[in-house]
């Protein structure tokens, strides 16, 4: 969902989309739909009370805390003018949108799951296993938003707080070198 759709960067051809789509799903970080616009909403109002997972309002918040609580009424407000023409457009993506619920249980919980039992695996303990990977899966992903934004070097720009964490960046493939993102 990231440089794919948040960020246009590149393109590709149908089938890799779908793909995509269903890897986004196995993620369960929501609907590639809405983890673009908080992505587009974070970029373009970062660190204010606009941005989704803002870091000023504390490590906890910016971690985990903004996916259990309603959205700051700047985020609504802001949401509404973010252009996402190019997603609400994306058959794939409308797609994902309107499937959510059999498409994320199947690819975040069941497949994972149930893979595993065909080379002999108890199904309890694939389950637990999954769970373990779905939550240190999401905990690495997050630190993005809260260890990325309070820890590191900043050597692209001081101004602001995004940083070079070197263990969010190894955690995350990439993702913790936040200051030049």
Not at 133 to 138: A, D, M
Not at 163 to 179: D, K, S
Request: with cysteine; net charge positive; charged share 20%.
């Amino acid at each position: 969902a990231h440089r794919l759709w948040s960020h246009r960067s590149f393109k590709v051809k149908p089938p890799l989309e779908i793909m995509l789509m269903l890897f986004n799903c196995i993620g369960f970080q929501n609907t590639a739909t809405d983890w673009v616009r908080n992505h587009r909403l974070h970029h373009k109002h970062s660190d204010t009370d606009a941005d989704p997972h803002n870091s000023n309002r504390g490590m906890l918040f910016s971690h985990i805390g903004w996916l259990c609580v309603r959205k700051h009424p700047d985020v609504k407000e802001r949401g509404k003018t973010t252009d996402m023409s190019d997603i609400y457009s994306n058959p794939v993506l409308r797609f994902q949108k309107k499937h959510k619920v059999p498409l994320f249980g199947a690819m975040c919980f069941g497949l994972p799951t149930l893979i595993p039992t065909l080379w002999g695996e108890d199904i309890v303990t694939a389950w637990h296993v999954n769970l373990l990977r779905f939550v240190l899966n999401l905990n690495s992903i997050l630190l993005v938003n809260s260890i990325a934004h309070k820890y590191g070097t900043r050597p692209y720009d001081r101004t602001i707080c995004p940083r070079q964490n070197t263990t969010c960046n190894m955690m995350t493939l990439g993702e913790g070198f936040h200051n030049f993102h």
